[in-house]
C-alpha cells in the first residue's frame, strides 16, 4: 500500500485547509485510516482516525477537523476549519489493516505517507 497526502500549504488563522491522502491497493475500503501531525521539537500525535464507521478525533481539534473517505476514489480527507497557529506541523496519513475500529496508537499502523506541510500563521 502506498499513500500520497497533499493540500497542505500556509494559511491564516482562522482559515481552512483540506488535506488528502490517496492510497493504492485493492482493499482500501477494508483499511483503518488515520491523520496524525508532527511540529517542529514535538513527537508525532494523532489527529483522526476513520474505521469502521467510526470516527475518533484529538481532544485539541475536536469540532473544527472533520475526517472523512471517499472509498470508491481511495482516498481520505481532512477537512480542518478553524485553524490556529499551534495546528501548524507536518501532517502524515496512515492506513492499518484489521483493527476494525479508529484508533490513536501509531504502532498500530502498518503504512504511512509521506507527510505534507500545513502552517498557520497568526
Known amino acids: 500500500v502506498q499513500l500520497q497526502a497533499s493540500g497542505g500549504g500556509l494559511v491564516q488563522a482562522g482559515g481552512s485547509l483540506r488535506l488528502s491522502c490517496a492510497a493504492s491497493g485493492r482493499t482500501f475500503s477494508n483499511y483503518g485510516m488515520g491523520w496524525f501531525r508532527q511540529a517542529p521539537g514535538k513527537e508525532r500525535e494523532f489527529v483522526a482516525a476513520?474505521?469502521?464507521?467510526?470516527?475518533r478525533y484529538a481532544d485539541s481539534v475536536k469540532g473544527r477537523f472533520t475526517i472523512s473517505r471517499d472509498n470508491a476514489k481511495k482516498t481520505v480527507y481532512l477537512q480542518m476549519n478553524t485553524l490556529k497557529p499551534e495546528d501548524t506541523a507536518v501532517y502524515y496519513c496512515a492506513a492499518e489493516v484489521g483493527s476494525g475500529r479508529p484508533t490513536s496508537t501509531a504502532h498500530y499502523y502498518d503504512y504511512w505517507g509521506q507527510g505534507t506541510q500545513v502552517t498557520v500563521s497568526s
Open positions: 476513520v474505521s469502521g464507521g467510526s470516527t
